[in-house]
């Protein structure tokens, strides 16, 4: 069955930590790979996406991932994280081909402490 | 450019009321889709598009009935609604570059 498991339901840190944020997911064939984000009161925006090349992809806001294939996973990680970056992240995969059928894992609330 | 657009932004509804949430887009995309967002279970699909014309289920689409007769717009009918159905319903769109645009959401209420 295809799906997206996202290890971490909640997450606090102190400003100017580092963050990682796991994803794995299950589902067949070649896959595109997404981190949204959604700050409170508003709708889910892109963070990052990867379709193919260089595994690891850097978004907005100095966010980055790391696709490792062997593993299936597709980790978002920034260096220090700042307050506003309070927000629940989404995890989603889709396939190169076919339908643009999205699966969405269950999101991390993270909460930066100032 | 508006994007993705969705009305209502708020609706409180009875056990038993139909209603529409309507979902209209102006970026010209193919694919859009309807997720409801409930806490602790991410986004789930309902139903998707992927062309006027044509749609399919997602992995939710119990209750749920859509059509697609225009490129642009894409509602989402409730029959019946049940308190289950309460949630925070998404439209999305998406075009060849497969990132999905998102509209502000409808939070829905059922009593």
């Known amino acids: 069955a295809q799906s997206v498991s996202q290890h971490n339901h909640h997450v606090i840190l102190s400003e100017a930590a580092s963050l990682e944020l796991g994803c794995n997911y299950s589902y067949g064939g070649t896959v595109n790979l997404f981190w949204y984000v959604q700050y409170p009161g508003q709708h889910l925006q892109l963070l990052l996406k990867?379709?193919?090349?260089?595994?690891l992809v850097k978004g907005i806001k100095g966010f980055e991932a790391e696709f490792i294939k062997s593993k299936f996973s597709f980790n978002l990680r920034k260096p220090s994280v700042q307050w506003s970056d309070t927000a629940e992240y989404f995890c989603a995969v889709t396939s190169t081909s076919g339908t643009y059928k999205y699966i969405f894992g269950t999101g991390t609330r993270l909460k930066v402490l100032a | 450019n508006a994007g993705v657009t969705q009305t209502p932004k708020f609706q409180v509804l009875k056990t038993g009321q139909s209603m529409t949430l309507q979902c209209a887009q102006d970026?010209?995309?193919?694919?859009m889709s309807w997720y409801r967002q409930d806490p602790g279970m991410g986004l789930r699909l309902i139903h998707y598009s992927v062309g006027a014309g044509i749609t399919d289920q997602g992995e939710v689409p119990n209750g749920y009935n859509v059509s697609r007769s225009t490129t642009e717009d894409f509602p989402l009918r409730l029959l019946s609604a049940a308190p289950s159905q309460t949630s925070v319903y998404f439209c999305a769109t998406s075009g060849t570059g497969r990132e999905q645009f998102f509209g502000p959401g409808t939070r829905l209420t059922v009593l």
């Open positions: 990867y379709f193919s090349g260089d595994p």
């Open positions: 970026m010209n995309h193919e694919y």
